[in-house]
């Protein structure tokens, strides 16, 4: 079994940052791409940020742009997501995840989530 580990979240004062990492635990596998996604409570799940595994390229979301900053260390440690200027927009349960064929294509392993609650 792979398993995908957050870690990092936190209560955090508006206008601070965080930093978010992701671990891989297990049969480390190849993947072509790893995102993250979030989901406050009686929302839907929406992506953040992702990077493909092979070069490096970046996506944000219209909402983090500019703010967050997603990269990767190695195939153990998959993506870091660093938070800047967080927001009341932006407390949920965060989530790091891995695809086989792209940063477009469905995601195959999740981890189990760490919550960023924002202060005001």
């Known amino acids: 079994q792979v398993q995908l580990v957050e870690s990092g979240g936190g209560l955090v004062q508006s206008g601070g940052s965080l930093r978010l990492s992701c671990a891989a635990s297990?049969?480390?596998?190849?993947?072509?791409?790893v995102g993250w996604f979030r989901q406050a409570p009686g929302k839907e799940r929406e992506g953040v940020a992702w990077?493909?595994?092979?070069?490096?390229?970046?996506y944000y979301a219209n909402s983090v742009e500019g703010r967050f900053t997603i990269s990767r260390d190695d195939a153990k440690n998959p993506a870091y997501l660093q938070m800047n200027t967080l927001t009341p927009e932006d407390p949920a349960v965060y989530y790091c995840?891995?695809?086989?064929?792209?940063?477009?294509?469905?995601?195959?392993?999740w981890g189990q989530g760490t919550q960023v609650t924002v202060s005001s």
């Open positions: 990077i493909s595994s092979k070069t490096g390229s970046t």
């Open positions: 995840a891995a695809a086989h064929r792209g940063c477009r294509a469905r995601y195959e392993y």
């Open positions: 297990g049969y480390t596998l190849s993947y072509a791409c």
